[in-house]
């Protein structure tokens, strides 16, 4: 089973991770107090966010802030580079500095690493995650079109080829046709690894719909806003919770 921290990705209904995207630490302390009332499984750590990404002291006061507010709590750490949707733009070989920092600093419990990254830095940075007992979830996003049928499946088992605990795609529709496209490439690999979390997403509002089907489609984690989404189309984390009740 697949866990990030205590909580399992398994096959029921979908867990709800809900990124925070403060600018400074006092930010992020802001955005993990707003969570205490709201029920969600997983915190998300936007890095890209933060003012001073670029120096690792201040990434480390970052982490070490937000795992003081949440001692018990399921934090996956992500950099989301500017290619892929993401607030700031750093070097690759920067971009898994960060990813081994937050590994080796012992306050995360899963790492976001982008599929369409140097493939060689990658199979490197999931040593060092298995090393360290850190879960993996590997990403593609595409903010302009929905891949087709074949290249979504083929990106997912990919990802699972290589080694990642999680395969993750976000893409943005321009059609109804569109979401089906991605549900249906979800339904597939699902199929194919019953037993393995995979996470997809339609994003804006026409997508909307995927980010509260993943129990009959596969997909085991959405992703819910609270006091700033970090992506079109996110729901607020209290109504995603009821709708995701209701539905189950």
């Given at each position: 089973m697949v866990k990030i921290g205590n909580v399992n990705l398994d096959n029921g209904m979908p867990k709800i991770c809900v990124p925070i995207v403060g600018h400074t630490v006092d930010e992020l302390v802001q955005e993990c107090r707003y969570l205490q009332d709201k029920i969600y499984d997983v915190v998300e750590l936007r890095i890209d966010f933060l003012k001073d990404v670029t120096s690792l002291d201040a990434v480390g006061e970052a982490l070490s802030a937000v795992r003081r507010e949440l001692?018990?709590?399921?934090?996956?750490?992500?950099f989301r580079t500017k290619e892929e949707g993401g607030e700031t733009a750093v070097p690759e070989a920067y971009y898994f500095d960060l990813i081994n920092y937050a590994i080796?600093?012992?306050k995360v419990d899963a790492v976001d690493i982008e599929y369409f990254r140097s493939r060689e830095s990658i199979e490197k940075t999931l040593a060092v995650a298995k090393a360290h007992s850190v879960t993996v979830v590997m990403s593609n996003h595409d903010f302009d079109k929905t891949p087709?049928?074949?290249?979504?499946?083929?990106?997912?088992?990919?990802?699972?080829?290589?080694?990642?605990?999680?395969?993750?795609?976000?893409?943005?529709?321009?059609?109804?046709k569109d979401v089906l496209t991605l549900l249906s490439a979800t339904e597939a690999v699902k199929s194919q690894y019953p037993d393995e979390p995979i996470i997809t997403m339609s994003m804006g509002k026409l997508g909307a719909v995927s980010r509260i089907s993943g129990e009959i489609f596969g997909s085991a984690l959405t992703f819910g806003s609270a006091k700033k989404a970090s992506a079109p189309g996110q729901i607020e984390?209290?109504?995603?919770?009821?709708?995701?009740r209701t539905l189950h």
């Amino acid at each position: 089973m697949v866990k990030i921290g205590n909580v399992n990705l398994d096959n029921g209904m979908p867990k709800i991770c809900v990124p925070i995207v403060g600018h400074t630490v006092d930010e992020l302390v802001q955005e993990c107090r707003y969570l205490q009332d709201k029920i969600y499984d997983v915190v998300e750590l936007r890095i890209d966010f933060l003012k001073d990404v670029t120096s690792l002291d201040a990434v480390g006061e970052a982490l070490s802030a937000v795992r003081r507010e949440l001692p018990n709590g399921a934090i996956l750490f992500t950099f989301r580079t500017k290619e892929e949707g993401g607030e700031t733009a750093v070097p690759e070989a920067y971009y898994f500095d960060l990813i081994n920092y937050a590994i080796e600093s012992g306050k995360v419990d899963a790492v976001d690493i982008e599929y369409f990254r140097s493939r060689e830095s990658i199979e490197k940075t999931l040593a060092v995650a298995k090393a360290h007992s850190v879960t993996v979830v590997m990403s593609n996003h595409d903010f302009d079109k929905t891949p087709s049928f074949d290249e979504i499946t083929e990106r997912l088992i990919g990802m699972k080829k290589i080694g990642a605990d999680v395969a993750k795609l976000a893409c943005m529709p321009n059609s109804a046709k569109d979401v089906l496209t991605l549900l249906s490439a979800t339904e597939a690999v699902k199929s194919q690894y019953p037993d393995e979390p995979i996470i997809t997403m339609s994003m804006g509002k026409l997508g909307a719909v995927s980010r509260i089907s993943g129990e009959i489609f596969g997909s085991a984690l959405t992703f819910g806003s609270a006091k700033k989404a970090s992506a079109p189309g996110q729901i607020e984390v209290t109504m995603l919770e009821q709708i995701l009740r209701t539905l189950h």
